[in-house]
């Protein structure tokens, strides 16, 4: 059963970090382009981060998130984490991965994880 869970979200004061994880079972995420995005309540969903195939593995990111989150694999794991730095009180939201057989900019996401919260609060 091909399954995406997303993992790591929390109550964090401003400027502070969270390590969200988007874990995969049923297949191998390493094969995959992934991203992750966010939604605030009242807004419309927004990219955040995206990470290429292995082949390519070239990394996107918002403008917004520049210089402070960080997307990477861990294959271990056969998951993709998103390191988040210096929380904004901008940045709460529930934060969703994805996957897409397509590398940016041509992705097709395809199976979403049921999302984690973030809170940024102090």
């Known amino acids: 059963q091909v399954q995406l869970v997303e993992s790591g979200g929390g109550l964090v004061q401003p400027g502070g970090s969270l390590r969200l994880s988007c874990t995969a079972s049923?297949?191998?995420?390493?094969?995959?382009?992934v991203g992750w995005f966010r939604q605030a309540p009242g807004k419309e969903r927004e990219g955040v981060a995206q990470?290429?195939?292995?082949?390519?593995?070239?990394?996107y990111y918002a403008d917004s998130v520049k210089g402070r989150f960080t997307i990477s694999r861990d294959n271990a794991k056969n998951a993709v984490v998103l390191q988040m730095n210096s929380l904004k009180p901008e940045d709460p939201a529930i934060y969703y991965c994805a996957r897409s057989e397509s590398d940016p900019p041509l992705t097709e996401w395809d199976y979403w994880g049921q999302g984690t919260q973030v809170t940024v609060s102090s």
């Open positions: 049923g297949f191998t995420l390493d094969y995959y382009a």
């Open positions: 990470i290429a195939n292995s082949e390519g593995g070239s990394r």
